[in-house]
């Protein structure tokens, strides 16, 4: 099955510094979501872009999709504290049948 | 709060024990989920339901039973677990069938099997 997987696995970052992940997948997707996982918690959706769609913006985040290249990024500006957490990309198969869930980027954002 | 409550927050049994484990959505929502967060490892998803009906079962050990009564309740029913079970379970549901609709995430029980 395909399988997002997420890049960098961890990163650190000062606060009020852009913060970038990316997002590589195998197969062609439906859509690509990213989550937000604070620490033992649950999910937070953050966006849901379309295979038909190349980028979408949500406040400070962006994310973009480049199906050729089968990846998508996910760029937070001007990070704050508050944005430390897991990042994680879920990609939808074309069938729409399965979402697939990458192991995620760390990210922390120092005060 | 996202609307998917999970109970109980932290369960520790033994391996003998039988517990369940419950989720309620608030969202008038049509699927739900289990999944099965370990360390280090991808979310994987352990069933599926929409419109009551179990749609996915990702090849999950029998001691691992779902249970969903209604659109607003999942639950999961656990017996002779092992150690290696121990892991954050999150239950999630979506407005539409499938995966072309956001999940919306509940807290998560974190389990200790000992």
């Known amino acids: 099955s395909q399988q997002g997987e997420e890049d960098p696995q961890a990163l650190s970052i000062q606060e009020g510094e852009n913060a970038t992940m990316n997002c590589s997948y195998k197969?062609?997707?439906?859509?690509l979501q990213w989550y937000r996982q604070n620490s033992g918690r649950g999910l937070v959706h953050l966006i849901l872009?379309?295979?038909?769609?190349r980028e979408k913006h949500s406040g400070r985040l962006r994310v973009t999709l480049d199906t050729s290249k089968k990846s998508s990024s996910l760029l937070i500006t001007a990070s704050r504290a508050a944005d430390t957490a897991s990042y994680f990309c879920?990609?939808?198969?074309?069938?729409?049948?399965?979402?697939?869930f990458g192991g995620g980027t760390r990210l922390m954002v120092k005060p | 709060e996202t609307g998917v409550t999970q109970t109980p927050r932290h369960l520790v049994m033994g391996m003998t024990n039988k517990k369940s484990l419950k989720c309620e959505q608030h969202?008038?929502?049509?699927?739900m989920y289990w999944y099965k967060q370990s360390a280090k490892k991808p979310l994987e998803l352990m069933f599926v339901?929409?419109?009551?009906?179990?749609?996915e079962n990702n090849s999950v050990p029998s001691r691992f039973s779902p249970e969903c009564p209604n659109s607003s309740h999942l639950f999961l029913h656990l017996h002779t677990l092992q150690p290696e079970d121990s892991a954050l379970y999150l239950c999630a549901s979506s407005q539409g069938t499938f995966w072309t609709y956001e999940q919306y995430f509940g807290p998560g029980t974190r389990l200790t099997v000992t």
């Open positions: 197969t062609s997707i439906n859509n």
């Open positions: 879920a990609a939808s198969n074309n069938a729409g049948n399965m979402l697939t």
């Open positions: 339901y929409s419109l009551e009906e179990r749609v």
């Open positions: 872009i379309r295979s038909n769609e």
């Open positions: 969202l008038g929502h049509n699927a």
